[in-house]
């Protein structure tokens, strides 16, 4: 059973850096698309990036376009979510998610089937 861990979330002042981890404990990491979303308190949960089984396609929320970027590095059954110049507005609790189709990159949460239980990401002013 595919179970996906994330780390890296912490507190950090605006304009700084963080680097999400999510690991994948299944054996069908390499052959499946990944998500990134996140949830701020009292707003539904926002599509925040995409990458493709060989990390050659990405998609990506407009809001993060330019400041996030996804990796994934296959042999160690990791994604990453690299977050730079981050501001207030980012704050949240941060997913990953394996998609159900293998090749879908795209941003609409039920292609993801099976979700990670999230870390907290916190931007102070």
Do not use: H
């Given at each position: 059973?595919?179970?996906?861990?994330?780390?890296?979330?912490?507190?950090?002042?605006?304009?700084?850096?963080l680097r999400l981890s999510c690991v994948?404990?299944?054996?069908?990491?390499?052959?499946?698309?990944?998500?990134?979303?996140?949830?701020?308190?009292?707003?539904?949960?926002?599509?925040?990036?995409?990458?493709?089984?060989?990390?050659?396609?990405?998609?990506?929320?407009?809001?993060?376009?330019?400041?996030?970027?996804?990796?994934?590095d296959n042999a160690k059954n990791t994604?990453?979510?690299?977050?730079?110049?981050?501001?207030?507005?980012?704050?949240?609790?941060?997913?990953?998610?394996?998609?159900?189709?293998?090749?879908?990159?795209?941003?609409t949460a039920s292609e993801y089937g099976?979700?990670?239980?999230?870390?907290?990401?916190?931007?102070?002013?």
């Amino acid at each position: 059973q595919v179970q996906l861990v994330e780390s890296g979330g912490g507190l950090v002042q605006a304009g700084g850096s963080l680097r999400l981890s999510c690991v994948d404990s299944g054996r069908t990491f390499s052959s499946s698309s990944m998500g990134w979303f996140r949830q701020a308190p009292g707003k539904e949960r926002a599509f925040v990036a995409a990458i493709s089984r060989g990390g050659t396609y990405f998609d990506y929320g407009d809001s993060v376009k330019g400041r996030f970027t996804a990796s994934r590095d296959n042999a160690k059954n990791t994604v990453y979510l690299q977050m730079n110049s981050l501001n207030p507005e980012d704050t949240a609790v941060y997913y990953c998610a394996q998609a159900v189709m293998r090749n879908y990159v795209g941003p609409t949460a039920s292609e993801y089937g099976v979700w990670g239980q999230g870390t907290q990401v916190t931007v102070s002013s």
